[in-house]
């Protein structure tokens, strides 16, 4: 299974639920930051390509920070092992503030436990805080003669297989357990992060596409139909589409996108880190960012997002180690 559990999952509407009334509560406040921090440029690491969701979100925060904080930040593209790359070189880095990563939850949930040699684990890093969760969808061209997951399988079945273009362990695993669960031949084909999978799809190169964010724009300017919804519940701008588990399986993913930092950093300057990514979180202009996803702002706080990460972790470390 892909999900958590039934506790582990409503702790985790729990603590969502607490973060969003939080931000909804609370006014924003500008960062408390040790005195002459910074004095220089941070970097943004962001472990997804440029043009996707994650990138998107990383320079709509980082704007934002230069905007309300006056501090300046630099954004860098460190693609590659579905943010792995990222988060060993982040691991790397002295815990001085000046070196934030960017990433999915998967990327210290599912990685370390996908591989034997993986150079980290979650308890690596500390976290900042989160931006939004991913509501994650199964999704093909607006040409292809299936609008349904029925329909798709129905496809599969009738052509032998389906091809499903990737950007994570954690949904490559949902395209084998929809396999199986159909008893069709569905192919995950990896892409280099959700922007390269989305291309594949809507190049024609692959039958569908799992998409977290990307896939909003296509959706609302006609080009694709999201096929089912992979999160545990429906979502606005494709209500008709139904769930995995309303479709009959008992599988839904998880995932916030996440700033954490190397492990270690002084308490003061994670606060200072801390608060400005909260507030920048608040921001208009990544609240104009959600509306084209057809998303909210969600920011767990550094304590919301640790507990989720080790959840998840502990989820992964025993489904993957089979």
Same mark, same amino acid.
């Given at each position: 299974?892909?999900?958590?559990?039934?506790?582990?999952?409503?702790?985790?509407?729990?603590? #969502?639920?607490?973060?969003?009334?939080?931000?909804?509560?609370?006014?924003?406040?500008?960062?408390?930051?040790?005195?002459?921090?910074?004095?220089?440029?941070?970097?943004?690491?962001?472990?997804? @390509?440029?043009?996707?969701?994650?990138?998107?979100?990383?320079?709509?925060?980082?704007?934002?920070?230069?905007?309300?904080?006056?501090?300046?930040?630099? !954004?860098?593209?460190?693609?590659?092992?579905?943010?792995?790359?990222?988060?060993?070189?982040?691991?790397?880095?002295?815990?001085?503030? /000046?070196?934030?990563?960017?990433?999915?939850?998967?990327?210290?949930?599912?990685?370390?436990?996908?591989?034997?040699?993986?150079?980290?684990?979650?308890?690596?890093?500390?976290?900042?805080?989160?931006?939004?969760?991913? $509501?994650?969808?199964?999704?093909?061209?607006?040409?292809?003669?299936?609008?349904?997951?029925?329909?798709?399988?129905?496809?599969?079945?009738?052509?032998?297989?389906?091809?499903?273009?990737?950007?994570?362990?954690?949904?490559?695993?949902?395209?084998?357990?929809?396999?199986?669960?159909?008893?069709? $031949?569905?192919?995950?084909?990896? =892409?280099?992060?959700?922007?390269?999978?989305?291309?594949?799809?809507?190049?024609?190169?692959?039958? #569908?596409?799992?998409?977290?964010?990307?896939?909003?724009?296509?959706?609302?300017? =006609? $080009?694709?139909?999201?096929?089912?919804?992979?999160? @545990?519940?429906?979502?606005?701008?494709?209500?008709?589409?139904?769930?995995?588990?309303?479709?009959?399986?008992?599988?839904?993913?998880? #995932?916030?996108?996440?700033?954490?930092?190397?492990?270690?950093?002084?308490?003061?300057?994670?606060?200072?880190?801390?608060?400005?990514?909260?507030?920048?979180?608040?921001?208009?202009? /990544?609240?104009?960012?959600?509306?084209?996803?057809?998303?909210?702002?969600? $920011?767990?706080?550094?304590?919301? !997002?640790?507990?989720?990460?080790?959840?998840?972790?502990?989820? /992964?470390?025993?489904?993957?180690?089979?």
């Amino acid at each position: 299974m892909t999900d958590f559990r039934p506790s582990r999952r409503a702790a985790l509407w729990g603590a #969502a639920a607490l973060a969003a009334l939080a931000a909804l509560t609370g006014a924003a406040q500008a960062a408390d930051c040790p005195e002459g921090f910074p004095e220089k440029p941070i970097t943004f690491m962001v472990g997804f @390509g440029a043009g996707g969701g994650t990138d998107a979100i990383g320079r709509s925060i980082a704007a934002a920070i230069e905007e309300q904080q006056g501090w300046d930040i630099v !954004v860098e593209n460190r693609p590659g092992a579905s943010g792995g790359v990222m988060a060993a070189a982040l691991m790397e880095m002295p815990p001085d503030g /000046y070196t934030i990563g960017m990433a999915g939850t998967d990327t210290v949930t599912v990685n370390p436990y996908e591989t034997a040699d993986s150079p980290y684990t979650h308890a690596d890093f500390d976290y900042l805080g989160s931006a939004m969760q991913i $509501n994650f969808g199964l999704v093909a061209l607006e040409e292809k003669p299936y609008d349904t997951l029925e329909e798709f399988i129905e496809y599969a079945r009738e052509q032998g297989r389906a091809t499903v273009s990737v950007a994570g362990v954690s949904q490559t695993v949902a395209v084998r357990q929809m396999a199986e669960h159909f008893d069709v $031949n569905l192919v995950p084909v990896p =892409g280099k992060g959700a922007a390269d999978a989305l291309q594949q799809a809507l190049g024609g190169h692959v039958d #569908a596409t799992t998409q977290g964010s990307q896939h909003v724009q296509q959706i609302k300017a =006609g $080009n694709m139909v999201q096929l089912a919804s992979l999160i @545990g519940k429906r979502v606005p701008y494709a209500p008709d589409s139904k769930t995995l588990i309303e479709s009959g399986m008992d599988v839904s993913l998880e #995932a916030h996108t996440t700033f954490l930092v190397p492990k270690g950093m002084d308490a003061e300057i994670k606060t200072c880190l801390a608060e400005a990514i909260d507030e920048a979180t608040q921001s208009e202009g /990544y609240a104009e960012l959600m509306e084209k996803f057809q998303n909210r702002a969600l $920011n767990l706080g550094p304590e919301g !997002v640790e507990e989720v990460v080790a959840r998840m972790a502990a989820f /992964y470390e025993e489904a993957l180690s089979d």
